[in-house]
């Protein structure tokens, strides 16, 4: 694919919005815990209309697995009843430092 890299090392960004009951129930606490387990970097935060939004990046298969968690997992009493995933592409490098909780 790309040179200079190992295959499967491929970087990623993503932009997040999590539906349901996600808010007051430590969603953006447990999402920057989780990002940061799998390597990831990002931000997120709740919005006025009740969802959550946030980005994160890194490499391919490690944004994959964030991407499962935040649709099916959440936070342990959350609700999450969609997921929507938009402007997912390929980066040259991180355009993020650390995992972040924005207000």
């Known amino acids: 694919m790309s040179a200079g ?3 499967g090392n ?3 960004s993503v932009d997040f919005e999590i539906f349901g009951h996600v ?3 430590c969603f953006r606490m447990y999402t ?3 990002g940061l387990q799998l390597g990831l970097v990002g931000w997120v935060k709740n919005t006025y ?3 959550v939004v946030g980005q994160v990046q890194g490499p391919a298969d490690m944004v994959e697995e964030m991407k499962v ?3 099916k997992e959440g936070s342990p009493t959350s609700r999450i009843t969609r997921a929507s995933f ?3 592409r390929s980066i040259d ?3 993020i430092s650390g995992f972040k909780t924005r207000f």
């Open 49 to 51: 209309g009740g969802t």
């Open 32 to 34: 920057e815990r989780e």
């Open 86 to 88: 938009t402007n997912q």
């Open 10 to 12: 491929n970087l990623v």
């Open 69 to 71: 968690w935040l649709s």
């Open 23 to 25: 808010q007051g129930v």
């Open 93 to 95: 490098k991180l355009e």
């Open 5 to 7: 890299g190992p295959a």
